[in-house]
């Protein structure tokens, strides 16, 4: 009554009443105790000329099951980034042969081949796993859940949210905007969700909108990526 894939690999003679055989297993799946596995020695091998079985022993089945996954809150992202990622905590006793994270701005629950749903894999195996994902909406709530595959299936973390930072550009004028200052008033640029390209700025690539006629823009002197 072994279960298949299970033999003798050795036997180790200690003394005339006692012996070690050692075992060898293929691995081959099985999903059910086995309740009456015992061991029969033949009578070639025994004084009493009899052949002689053991009492019957258990061998627990180990039931695989979908790995467990959990997705990891998010707390670092910017206006159009996030790091996004999970921990894959118990295999299933299979191989985790997949994992990573979908997210939507749409979708409050999504999975794997949903519309509206992007997938984006990040390896296998169990432990924690992360990633840096680009091309985000500024100002947008995104839903998100890590996920793990093995052979028995797919399971899914819990579903967190985020939401973008806006893009802004706060402007603040000194001295303050009046007919008799214009020319003389500097206007400090502060930047919020995104920054300067470089240092080097032209006037070009600034615009003054509905200004009144003859206001225009002198220089622009860089401060930081953000100013």
Sequence with gaps: NAPVGLTIESLTYTDTTHCT??????????????????????????????????????????????????????????????TLGGNVTASG??????????????????????ANVTQDANGSGTGSFSETINGLDYGTTYYVSAYATNSVGTTYGSVEFFTTENITLEITPTPSLSEETLDTTSLYVILSGTTFVDSTLSSLNFTLNNAPAGLTIESISYTNSTE
């Design 93 to 114: 006793g299979e191989t985790v042969t997949a994992r990573g994270v979908v997210y939507s701005s749409i979708d409050t629950s999504p999975t794997i081949g949903e």
């Design 21 to 82: 055989v050692n075992l060898a297993y293929t691995g081959m799946d099985f999903d059910s105790d086995v309740t009456n596995f015992s061991l029969t020695i033949a009578a070639a091998e025994l004084a009493s000329g009899l052949d002689l079985t053991s009492v019957n022993l258990t061998i627990d089945a180990t039931v695989e099951t979908a790995p467990s996954v959990t997705t990891t809150g998010v707390s670092t992202y910017t206006a159009t980034t996030a």
